[in-house]
């Protein structure tokens, strides 16, 4: 069995990437819209997302620096200056858009038009959600936490969020729950890896 330190390195022999996000997966992904104090809309994909607590509900998604600068990426920016963003969630039918979406523009330009995704308001937050997406999340930003520097320079931080709105299309629910198939969420693996959600099993958990 390989076994390494990773303060040491991330990628020991015979391994050519780091294999962490591999062995942590798969994980759902996050298609957050956030705003600047401008007004401008952005949309960008975190695979470094998950719910944290159900009552309240609350999620977490993690942005790294754009560099080793510590430079912020836009949606962290955004969440800074207006503390609210949404999570709208990511299905098979939107995978390609989603890939587009993670594509570093310019700050201020909105990924909504450069790649054409349309949006729709929300309800309680400033920030628009997906159109198509079959679920979202609306968020207030709880807390932002700094996390250390890695030895690649860049800097990650979490952003933690209360839900306090939820969109779910009435077609996903079946018999009162939401059906896994029809969501049909997209998660990713490690590498440019993904898979969908197409089949579950049940196990009820022991008295």
């Known amino acids: 069995m390989l ?70 990426k836009d949606t962290l920016r955004n969440v800074r200056e207006v503390s609210e963003f949404v999570v709208s969630i990511v299905g098979w039918t939107q995978r390609e858009a989603m890939n587009m979406t993670s594509k570093v523009l310019d700050h201020g330009i909105s990924e909504f038009e450069a790649v054409g995704v349309r949006s729709v308001p929300s309800v309680n937050v400033r920030p628009p959600r997906v159109a198509d997406s079959h679920a979202a999340l609306e968020c207030k930003v709880w807390q932002i936490i700094d996390l250390p520097q890695g030895n690649s320079g860049r800097q990650s931080h979490i952003v933690i969020g209360e839900v306090v709105g939820i969109h779910i299309a009435r077609d996903v629910i079946v018999d009162g729950r939401v059906s896994a198939a029809r969501l049909e969420q997209l998660a990713r693996l490690g590498y440019f890896e993904y898979t969908a959600v197409r089949e579950t099993f049940q196990m009820v958990r022991p008295d």
């Open 3 to 72: 076994f390494f330190d990773p303060r040491v390195t991330l990628r020991p022999e015979p391994l050519t990437h780091s294999p962490f996000p591999a062995l942590v997966a798969p994980r759902p992904i996050a298609w957050i819209s956030s705003i600047s104090a401008a007004g401008r809309a952005n949309l960008a994909p975190y695979s470094h997302f998950n719910i944290v607590a159900v009552d309240p509900p609350m999620v977490m998604f993690a942005p790294s620096s754009k560099d080793g600068n510590g430079t912020p």
